[in-house]
Structure formats: structure tokens, C-alpha cells
């Protein structure tokens, strides 16, 4: 089945240092979704991409999509100690429902003040 | 307020004693999913829900049943609960009905120990 790869798996960061988050998929996608999970919260929605290529910001956030469609990266630029938390990319499973959303095991980001 | 509420928060219980962890959405949404979340093993899906009276397996749906009576809720049902279905599970909605998954709405967990 597919497989959704992230890494890395813990980044530490001094404040103000930048940050990366990689995912790579063994299928094509059709689409890529972000989450930012806070310590002790849930999930939350942070953009989806569908287009190849695509690029997209939000703030200190740039999330891209590969040409490919079978990869993704988030960057933040100049962390805060706000950003803590685990980032998951999750991708729709290709031969199949579209509908069963398959998670990366998630990059688990601090940040030292 | 749009939201997904899952109960219970929290919940210890015993080897076999069948248990109902509920979810019920009110953003009218067709798609409802569960998680569990477990260390290092990041969110796998258990069951899904297209709509009313059409569910799905996942990929850890072994030892879980869900049904979908109302498009409102989606309960997750451990017959038979083992210390391995010790985890913090999640329900998720969204409003998609088509090919791309939209958004997924998440509740705030519920964090259930099998002993």
C-alpha cells in the first residue's frame, strides 16, 4: 500500500533558526495536506496543495509541492518558540477510495529560546 | 461553533469489557474518520465513513467496528478491547465529497488505557 515518508523524525532548533520538514510518498498524489499538532492537542489544518509544482506561504510558512507530485516540504524561516510542535503531511491513497488519507509519521519540532 | 466532539476525554478500563468511544460533528460534514495515535507510529486510520451507511477499512481496523446511522455521528466500537488498543485515538471530519480530501476537522482525542 502506499507509504507516506517524513523526515525528519525530531529537529531541534535554536529560536530564530530555520526549519524543514520533507515528505515523500511511493505513489503519486493527487493532493498533500499539512498539520500542525500541538503538544497535548490535535491535529490542525495548516493548507493543502494540489497542483504540481505549487507553492504556497502562509506568513513564515512556505509549503511546496514536488513536479512530480510524490514529495512535499514545509519551511519556516526564523522560528518562534510558537511553532513547537509535530508537523504531518498526509496524502490520499492512489488505486483505491481517495478517501483513506494516509499520514507521515510526523517531524516533531523544539525550539530553544 | 463548528467542531468534532469525542467522548470520553479520557477512560481506563479492563481486558474485554466492550467499550463505545462516540463522535458526533455538527458542520454537516459527509467524510468521518478515526486515528490512532501512537509513539513513533504517527496517525494510522482505523475506519472511515464516506456517508451514512457507508464505511470503510483503514489500515489498522482489526479489533474495531464503527457504523454510521446518522451523518452526524460515527462511533468507534472495541468489542472486545486488548492492551494493544491502549492509544490516543482521534475522529475526524471533513466536508469532501469528492475525489480530493478536504480539510479535516479533528476532535481533541481520546486517550483510552486497556489493562
Known amino acids: 500500500g502506499q507509504q507516506v515518508m517524513q523526515i525528519p523524525q525530531y529537529q531541534h532548533v535554536q529560536e530564530g533558526e530555520d526549519f524543514t520538514t520533507y515528505c515523500n510518498s511511493s505513489t503519486t498524489l493527487s493532493n498533500i495536506q499539512w498539520y500542525k499538532q500541538r503538544p497535548g492537542g490535535h491535529p490542525v489544518f495548516l493548507i493543502q496543495l494540489v497542483k504540481s509544482g505549487e507553492v504556497k506561504k502562509q506568513k513564515r510558512l512556505t509549503f511546496q509541492f514536488g513536479e512530480a507530485k510524490k514529495n512535499s516540504s514545509l519551511h519556516i524561516t526564523a522560528t518562534q518558540t510558537t511553532d513547537v510542535g509535530t508537523y504531518f503531511c498526509?496524502?490520499?491513497?492512489?488505486?483505491?477510495?481517495?478517501?483513506?488519507?494516509?499520514f507521515g509519521k510526523g517531524t516533531l519540532l523544539t525550539v530553544n529560546p | 461553533e463548528a467542531q468534532v466532539t469525542q467522548n470520553p476525554r479520557y477512560l481506563i478500563t479492563v481486558t474485554g469489557k466492550k467499550l463505545t468511544v462516540t463522535c458526533s460533528q455538527n458542520m454537516n460534514h459527509e467524510y468521518m474518520s478515526w486515528y490512532r495515535q501512537d509513539p513513533g507510529l504517527g496517525l494510522r486510520q482505523i475506519y472511515y465513513?464516506?456517508?451514512?451507511?457507508?464505511?470503510d477499512k483503514g489500515d489498522v481496523p482489526e479489533g474495531y467496528k464503527v457504523s454510521r446511522k446518522e451523518k452526524r455521528n460515527f462511533p468507534l466500537i472495541l468489542e472486545s478491547p486488548s492492551p494493544n488498543q491502549t492509544s490516543l485515538y482521534f475522529c475526524?471530519?471533513?466536508?469532501?465529497?469528492?475525489?480530493?480530501?478536504?480539510?479535516?476537522?479533528f476532535g481533541e482525542g481520546s486517550r483510552l488505557t486497556v489493562l
Open positions: 498526509a496524502g490520499p491513497s492512489r488505486g483505491g477510495s481517495n478517501y483513506k488519507l494516509t
Open positions: 465513513s464516506m456517508n451514512v451507511e457507508v464505511t
Open positions: 475526524a471530519s471533513s466536508f469532501s465529497g469528492a475525489s480530493n480530501t478536504g480539510e479535516l476537522f
